[in-house]
């Protein structure tokens, strides 16, 4: 094992974990695919398992010894940082990492019609920029049997650290990719054989129990941002509206809690795989 101390916070091997935002980290390899940091042991496991390749570890010394010790053998011949705590205490929301982070290549991204290819339950997020709500999001997809998750290009990157987080690492497991701008992805949905069911609060809504909906072959479910919402051109070209009803005068939930309804509604109706292992 190519085990290394770190003594000095400012140390430049440091960088990828300390210095380097986000956006620098996607970038880091152009024109190749950048990199991306995974929290926690369960969540660097995930990654391993889906194939992503490791460029370096960050881990408590104690981490060795406990809950991250079969990582050094799984990540190959690699640099493995270690540090005392008061050294990798001065990295921002280290503490919620439970002692661990692992510096990973992301994988070139598919095209959507090869992606979903043959699938029939498929998530779309319209601008949805909150990376919590992705990652939640993205949670329920996995947990809930949706197939694949689009995005479109303002959203929140599913890998950036906030987004694996809340997600548990589920964006290393369900497919994903990006699509066009908002509003051009009902015509590329449609194209690609997909009837299309906008979560919105507007038009004239159907429920997400809705029989019509369980019927449909292949099934595209838009959800839009908090506030905003879908922008009118989706609302006007998709083939359902869907409106979770409400009681006491709650106009709408969470865009995040609202996808586990829908979610949960199309995989009860058995139209999705749903394991209750």
């Not at 408590?60 to 990798?88: F, H, M, N, W």
């Not at 586990?260 to 394991?275: D, H, M, N, P, Q």
């Amino acid at each position: 094992m190519n085990i290394l101390e770190i003594t000095d916070f400012d140390d430049p091997r440091l960088d990828v974990y300390a210095r380097l935002n986000e956006t620098q980290l996607l970038h880091y390899d152009e024109p190749e695919p950048g990199l991306f940091l995974a929290e926690s042991a369960m969540v660097i496991r995930r990654a391993l398992d889906a194939g992503f390749e490791p460029v370096s570890l960050l881990v408590e010394k104690k981490r060795l010894q406990s809950d991250a010790a079969d990582l050094p053998a799984r990540c190959g011949d690699i640099p493995i940082y270690t540090a005392q705590l008061e050294v990798i205490n001065q990295l921002t929301g280290y503490a919620l990492t439970r002692g661990v982070l692992c510096a990973m290549r992301r994988k070139k991204l598919p095209e959507a019609g090869a992606l979903t290819q043959g699938m029939r339950r498929i998530a779309v997020l319209e601008n949805v920029t909150n990376p919590a709500n992705v990652g939640a999001i993205i949670r329920s997809a996995a947990a809930l049997g949706m197939e694949a998750v689009l995005l479109t290009r303002e959203c929140s990157d599913p890998l950036y650290r906030r987004a694996l987080r809340v997600g548990m690492g589920t964006a290393l497991q369900i497919p994903w990719t990006y699509i066009g701008e908002a509003g051009s992805e009902v015509e590329l949905l449609h194209e690609l054989g997909f009837c299309t069911a906008a979560m919105a609060l507007s038009g004239e809504p159907v429920s997400p129990d809705d029989a019509r909906l369980s019927r449909e072959e292949r099934l595209s479910v838009l959800l839009g941002a908090e506030g905003d919402g879908l922008c009118d051109q989706t609302l006007r070209e998709s083939d359902y509206i869907v409106r979770i009803p409400m009681q006491r005068g709650v106009d709408s939930l969470n865009v995040a809690a609202a996808s586990a309804v829908i979610f949960y509604e199309l995989a009860k109706y058995g139209r999705t795989s749903l394991s209750h292992s």
